[in-house]
């Protein structure tokens, strides 16, 4: 059964923003299947809306009218999931413009509603920012990206040109959500959450990475990623355009950083071409990502132990494409026990470790050597064959459109793997559109790795003493 309602906000997005929906929204059979298969819609329901007939095209536009105002007047009494779910459809459905003005309708209730308060958040956020900027750190680059090299041979970081989502304001965590969850999961309370390194290679040196051409797209990435961690109350660090010994040294930095003490969690961004294990440096030189993580566990990097630690691989994993293959089934789309104890550290006297002077103390609870880590992958990792990622060269790559709409919806009730799961499912209802090319139609699925112990949720915009 739905929870009877749908929250106020959207509730009140969907009113204010009637008329237009009325006059524009177009409700076809693909918008109403999809809030079918999200269980929005029953059965009886989708039938009703359906069974107004637009074949005669003398009475199309009012029965479209009509088919609009019978939805708009359902979807408020459908759940707090409703409107998450409505809005996906408009963007499945090509009707981009409409999700982006509900989301601008919600932002501006967000703005009336936090008044004063919105404003001492930003002043406190810019003085921390200043606090935690430390310019000594090798990690700040503000070179203007100049001119791209002009593409002579297919990227193994395939470019497209159409397909993306509008962009959406971050939805805040409420306190009930807070108080459910808080004593369950990771610790999310410090402000700033964390700190955030965003490694982005763009341009490659013609000389020593000759095969390697200009990430078109990718700059758009880097930014998308710095709003993104910003919004969720992360202090952003940018690494750009880096060779590989000094995309060691950027991280090495990053990971000495003794403010990681007084944080709650980090995440580190890299975004570049790549193979299966590793990304390149813009001359041409692989990073193996095992020598990442292995900067943040528990012996390199004491500071975050016990903390989760968050990672995003924008790359190719390989060179192959894949094509996709038809569903056989299904609608069409149109567009031990005994050593418990002893394993948890707590020992018993027979196993306390004697002091000299006859004194006895019990040993320390030991940690696994990596632990506390999430990875998200762009592109597939399986067996026989390592994926390519696709990339769209106006507005960013795939994993990283669908990454920043689905924490900016999701985040504020659901916890990161879940989050990472809902991606996996984005990504895998995405086609490349890129007619009289081998791209066109070219599929993509994305995947993640993970030791985290607990549910990690980031409580987006919220404090729990203010």
């Known amino acids: 059964m739905l929870e009877c309602g749908m929250l106020e906000r959207d509730r009140r997005a969907l009113q204010e923003r009637s008329s237009a929906l009325l006059k524009q929204l177009v409700v076809d059979e693909l918008l109403v299947q999809l809030l079918q298969e999200d269980k929005i819609l029953t059965d009886i329901m989708a039938e009703g809306i359906?069974?107004?007939?637009?074949?005669?095209?003398?009475?199309?536009?009012?029965?479209?009218?009509?088919?609009?105002?019978?939805?708009?007047?359902?979807?408020?009494?459908?759940?707090?999931r409703a409107f998450s779910s409505f809005c996906s459809a408009l963007r499945e459905t090509e009707q981009r413009h409409l999700c982006e003005m509900l989301a601008q309708s919600q932002q501006t209730q967000l703005e009336e509603s936090e008044g004063r308060a919105a404003r001492q958040i930003m002043q406190t956020s810019e003085r921390r920012k200043l606090m935690y900027d430390d310019s000594s750190l090798p990690l700040s680059t503000?070179?203007?990206?100049?001119?791209?090299?002009?593409?002579?041979?297919?990227?193994?970081?395939?470019s497209l040109d159409a397909d993306s989502p509008a962009p959406l304001p971050m939805i805040p965590c409420t306190h009930d959500l807070y108080l459910s969850q808080c004593l369950k999961s990771y610790k999310m309370t410090s402000s700033p959450r964390g700190f955030a390194l965003v490694i982005s290679n763009v341009k490659f040196n013609p000389h020593d990475a000759s095969d390697l051409d200009t990430r078109n797209g990718g700059e758009v990435d880097e930014g998308v990623l710095g709003?993104?961690?910003?919004?969720?109350?992360?202090v952003v660090t940018f690494c750009r355009n880096k060779t590989t010994e000094?995309?060691?040294?950027?991280?090495?930095?990053?990971?000495?950083?003794?403010?990681?003490?007084?944080?709650?969690?980090?995440?580190?961004c890299l975004l570049s071409h790549g193979v299966d294990g590793a990304v390149y440096g813009t001359d041409g030189q692989l990073l193996q990502l095992e020598s990442?993580?292995?900067a943040f566990d528990n012996v390199r990097c004491p500071q975050l132990q016990n903390k989760p630690k968050m990672f995003f691989v924008q790359a190719c994993r390989g060179e192959e494409m894949d094509c996709g293959v038809e569903q056989v089934d299904g609608p069409g789309r149109i567009s031990s026990r005994s050593c418990e104890q002893r394993d948890a550290g707590q020992e018993g006297p027979a196993d306390a470790i004697p002091r000299q002077g006859g004194q006895r103390e019990l040993t320390r609870i030991k940690l696994p050597q990596r632990s506390d880590m999430?990875?998200?992958?762009?592109?597939?990792?399986?067996?026989t064959i390592c994926t390519a990622a696709m990339r769209n060269t106006k507005r960013g790559s795939w994993f990283i459109q669908e990454l920043d709409t689905a924490f900016r919806c999701n985040?504020?009730?659901?916890?990161?793997?879940?989050?990472?799961?809902?991606i996996n499912g984005r990504i895998k209802e995405r086609e490349g559109h890129a007619p009289g090319s081998r791209y066109h139609r070219c599929k993509e699925m994305s995947e993640f790795t993970s030791s985290l112990c607990k549910?990690?949720?980031?409580?987006?915009?919220?404090?729990?003493?203010?």
Not at 142 to 158: G, L, V, W
């Open 50 to 80: 359906l069974q107004l007939d637009t074949s005669s095209m003398s009475a199309a536009e009012q029965t479209s009218h009509k088919r609009s105002w019978h939805l708009l007047r359902l979807l408020p009494k459908r759940g707090p």
């Open 142 to 158: 503000q070179e203007e990206i100049a001119a791209k090299r002009a593409r002579t041979h297919d990227s193994m970081e395939y």
């Open 227 to 234: 709003k993104l961690f910003t919004d969720l109350d992360f």
């Open 246 to 268: 000094e995309m060691r040294s950027c991280i090495d930095a990053f990971r000495r950083r003794p403010e990681h003490r007084n944080v709650d969690s980090s995440v580190v």
């Open 292 to 294: 990442v993580f292995e």
């Open 374 to 383: 999430i990875c998200g992958f762009a592109s597939l990792k399986g067996q």
């Open 411 to 422: 985040a504020k009730d659901t916890h990161v793997a879940d989050i990472l799961v809902q």
């Open 455 to 466: 549910d990690l949720y980031l409580f987006p915009k919220y404090q729990p003493n203010s």
